[in-house]
Every structure is written in C-alpha cells, then in structure tokens.
C-alpha cells in the first residue's frame, strides 16, 4: 500500500500456508522466528481467537528486555488471515500506549495464499498516525520484518 500509515510486503515463501500458520500461532515455533537475529524471542502468549491474546517478549542486545501490553486477535482464519493489534488488549479492552520510541499503536495482518511450491505471504501494519508509520519504518521495519519472515520461511519450509 502506498499511504502514509501502512508499511507492507509481500514474499513467496517454500512452505505451505498450513506450516506458516503454525509458526504463527505455536508458541515454540513463533520463538525461533518472530525476531531478527540476534533479538530472541523468550515468552509468547497466543490464542489465535477473535479477542484472544497476542503477546511477545523479546530480549535486544544492548538494549534489555521489550514487552509491551498484550494486544488482542481481531481476526484468525487457520492457514489464511491472522489479525493483531496492540491497541487493544485480550477482549477487546483497549491499552495505553506510553510514549517510548517503540509506543505506538498499529494493526498488523498477515495473509497467506498457496502459490506453486508454497505460499504468497503478505504482510500489512497500519499504524494510527503518519509518524508512527515513519517512525516503525526508521526502526527497520523493512530489514527486521524481512529478516524475520526469511527466518519464519526456513522453519516452516523443515516442519
């Protein structure tokens, strides 16, 4: 999308819609990819329901530890659509975002479609307002969720 609140991509990846939905939505398998190397993922919380609870902490070199609230599935359709904000939190409940560099509120989506030899992975954050967007995409929005679907694509392409 070309808008100033949406940072998006989309990648072929060797592994089925299915084997990229359970990297999603297993805690084990989402914390040997969800972040870039060398930030680990160390806790996940998910339940991949309408209103269920999306949650990730990670540990960054030279910075410490970065969890934030957990934010709130919007919507989960197995091996298809898998919806998450950090706007709000599980059922629905809205969150306060504080004002750190990495505060901001966004919808992230992730679609998955079976292309020859895999799957078109697409991935989509719509953050609330331009600098948000400006700001994730200073962070390395680009490098890091790219690095990491590269990481999710090898996992998923071995299970």
């Known amino acids: 999308m070309s808008d100033d609140l949406t940072l998006s991509f989309t990648r072929t990846l060797s592994a089925s819609p299915a084997n990229i939905w359970r990297c999603w939505t297993e805690p084990d398998l989402i914390k040997q990819w969800f ?3 060398p930030v680990q993922t160390t806790e ?3 339940d991949p329901v309408p209103g269920g609870t999306f949650r990730t902490v990670m540990v960054v070199p030279d ?3 970065m969890a934030g609230d957990a ?3 919007l919507v989960a359709e197995t091996a298809r659509r898998l919806v998450w904000t950090n706007a709000l939190g599980p059922g629905f409940h809205p969150n306060k975002i504080g004002n750190g560099p990495m ?3 966004f919808t992230a989506e992730i679609l ?3 292309a020859p030899g895999g799957c078109t992975y697409t991935a989509t954050v719509t953050h609330a307002s331009a600098q948000s967007a400006q700001a994730h995409k200073d962070m390395g929005f680009y490098d890091g969720w790219g690095t990491a679907t590269t990481q999710l694509g090898a996992l998923a392409s071995s299970l």
């Open 35 to 37: 972040a870039p190397a």
């Open 44 to 46: 996940v919380e998910i």
């Open 63 to 65: 910075y410490g530890t």
């Open 71 to 73: 934010g709130c599935i």
């Open 103 to 105: 505060d901001f509120a």
């Open 112 to 114: 998955l479609a079976p």
